[in-house]
């Protein structure tokens, strides 16, 4: 029942593959201008950035279609961007402009486009997975044949909400596809220091629910992995987990002054980088020319550029609209 993929296990088309590295390449790219234009001031509050961990976004996202759902955490550039949500509408939420796809409202936790059926963006950890049992309840109540992908961290597994979702799921044969990406720490906490049960896999199997575990630093077995599993919903409809194991190189939120892993650690994991081994396996295999890199590079730049000239060029939300989607009476 529980298996860990080694990497590459499937072979792939080259422009499959070159499509996939220019997706992590967004994401990357995209990430390191925001966190640029968060030190200028121009994106506040909190930016929780996803860099090194881009291939499970990536992987992971090849599996659904445009009517399953995805709910995600407050680390969601990347799966907002992988779902197809235009990188402007993105980055205008960001810097809380109306034109942002949540009206600006959201900000980086709290990514939405209910036209993708992606669902969040949730800055309460864990707060996804009740959202996805229950996406997947409305569908099956509907009669629709349709899996929910619910992306959470190893942070969430402590949660009340992780346990009740995942046995509300199994116990009534719900078509969610748990996706967790471990990247071994909430916040400063190792995941060892507040699980007694460190393999994520099996505290699924707990609940009667298959799992796999697989390396989340290589794109192509996130690929296979996960459109396994998500055939395997799709077929009995009922729910599965996956584990991706990941690491993310940057602080947890954009500053911390990181005490709880040592840089060894850190640059370890970097030797991993996904994008860069990526690369390297498409170069010794003869399926990625220097000139291909700079024309996804300067193809990734130039929709960067747009994206942020899309935001500094959005209107902020004018104050009449203050209680606009507030669900009570304003009591004056
Ligand atoms: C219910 C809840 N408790 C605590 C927090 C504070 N908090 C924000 S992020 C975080 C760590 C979550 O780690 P993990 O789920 O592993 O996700 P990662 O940041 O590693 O992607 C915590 C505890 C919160 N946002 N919500
Ligand atoms: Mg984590």
Not at 219 to 238: D, F, N, P, Q, S
Request: charged content about 25%; proline content about 2%.
């Amino acid at each position: 029942m529980l298996s860990v993929l080694k990497p590459g296990s499937e072979s792939v088309t080259s422009g499959h593959a070159l499509a996939l590295l220019r997706e992590m390449l967004r994401i990357r790219r995209f990430e390191e201008k925001a966190a640029e234009l968060y030190s200028l001031g121009k994106i506040r509050g909190f930016l929780h950035l996803y860099i090194g961990e881009e291939a499970v976004a990536v992987g992971a996202m090849q599996a659904f279609g445009r009517d399953d759902a995805i709910v995600a955490t407050y680390r969601e550039h990347g799966h907002a961007l992988a779902r197809g949500i235009p990188a402007g509408a993105v980055m205008a939420e960001m810097y809380g402009k109306a034109n942002g796809c949540s009206g600006g409202r959201g900000g980086s936790m709290h990514l939405f486009d209910v036209t993708r059926r992606f669902y969040g963006g949730n800055a309460i950890v864990g707060g996804g997975l009740p959202i996805a049992v229950g996406l997947a309840l409305a569908d099956r109540l509907l009669g629709r044949a349709r899996v929910t992908a619910c992306f959470f961290g190893d942070g969430a597994v402590g949660e009340g909400e992780f346990h009740e979702s995942l046995n509300l799921a199994a116990l009534w044969r719900l078509p969610v596809l748990f996706l967790c990406e471990n990247n071994l720490y909430a916040m400063g906490t190792a995941l060892s220091r507040h699980q007694s049960q460190t393999d994520i896999a099996l505290k699924a199997q707990a609940y009667n629910m298959h799992a796999e575990s697989v390396d989340g630093m290589d794109v192509l077995a996130v690929e296979t992995a996960t459109r396994r599993a998500a055939e395997t919903v799709r077929r009995t409809g009922e729910p599965c987990l996956m584990e991706y194991r990941t690491y993310r190189f940057r602080a947890h939120s954009m500053y911390d002054a990181e005490l709880y892993r040592s840089k060894e650690e850190v640059e370890q994991w970097k030797t991993r980088c996904p994008i860069a081994t990526f690369e390297d396996y498409l170069r010794n295999r003869g399926e990625l020319t220097e000139s291909d890199l700079r024309k996804i590079e300067s193809d990734v730049a130039a929709e960067i550029a747009e994206a942020v000239a899309v935001a500094e060029a959005g209107h902020w939300e004018p104050i009449e609209d203050l209680t606009k989607n507030v669900y009570t009476q304003v009591i004056r």
